[in-house]
């Protein structure tokens, strides 16, 4: 699951009992009032003997844009960052998790991008493109991506 850093106030209020936790160099501290900059995943558990429940992702945005936080000039609007499955399930553009998963390529990620690219509409795949040229103008997936 994901949502912005702006909302972490929102996930506070919807899981008032909740433990939630800071995932931050290799270890989980509890969420201070003051979200650590560093901190891109929250993890989520009902008391201290419960199993973890939930991973919440957390994804930058700068008025009406999604920013990526490894570039902030990697862009996108808000209204253009999300697909719904034909049940209502929302998920993160397959596009973005692709280029999420580029910076160190996992053999999983790999069978991802081969999975995916193919079924990509133009934008999305030119959007992927420019993005990763943008990281990485040498990126291993970009004759793949532009083919």
């Given at each position: 699951?994901?949502?912005?850093?702006?909302?972490?106030?929102?996930?506070?209020?919807?899981?008032?009992?909740?433990?939630?936790?800071?995932?931050?160099?290799?270890?989980?501290?509890?969420?201070?009032?003051?979200?650590?900059?560093?901190?891109?995943?929250?993890?989520?558990?009902?008391?201290?003997?419960?199993?973890?429940?939930?991973?919440?992702?957390?994804?930058?945005?700068?008025?009406?844009?999604?920013?990526?936080?490894?570039?902030?000039?990697?862009?996108?609007?808000?209204?253009?960052?999300m697909r719904w499955t034909g049940d209502?399930?929302?998920?993160?553009?397959?596009?973005?998790?692709?280029?999420?998963?580029?910076?160190?390529?996992?053999?999983?990620?790999?069978?991802?991008?081969?999975?995916?690219?193919?079924?990509?509409?133009?934008?999305?795949?030119?959007?992927?493109?420019?993005?990763?040229?943008?990281?990485?103008?040498?990126?291993?997936?970009?004759?793949?991506?532009?083919?």
């Amino acid at each position: 699951m994901g949502i912005l850093r702006r909302d972490v106030d929102r996930l506070r209020r919807a899981l008032p009992h909740w433990q939630i936790f800071e995932a931050r160099s290799g270890s989980l501290l509890p969420l201070s009032a003051d979200l650590h900059p560093a901190t891109n995943s929250l993890w989520c558990r009902r008391a201290t003997t419960s199993p973890w429940s939930i991973e919440v992702l957390l994804d930058h945005a700068d008025g009406l844009d999604w920013v990526f936080r490894r570039s902030p000039a990697i862009r996108r609007p808000l209204s253009g960052i999300m697909r719904w499955t034909g049940d209502g399930v929302p998920y993160l553009a397959p596009e973005i998790q692709l280029l999420y998963k580029s910076k160190a390529i996992r053999p999983r990620d790999q069978a991802d991008f081969e999975r995916t690219v193919p079924k990509l509409d133009a934008g999305a795949r030119q959007w992927l493109c420019t993005a990763l040229r943008a990281l990485t103008p040498d990126h291993v997936w970009l004759t793949a991506c532009e083919g």
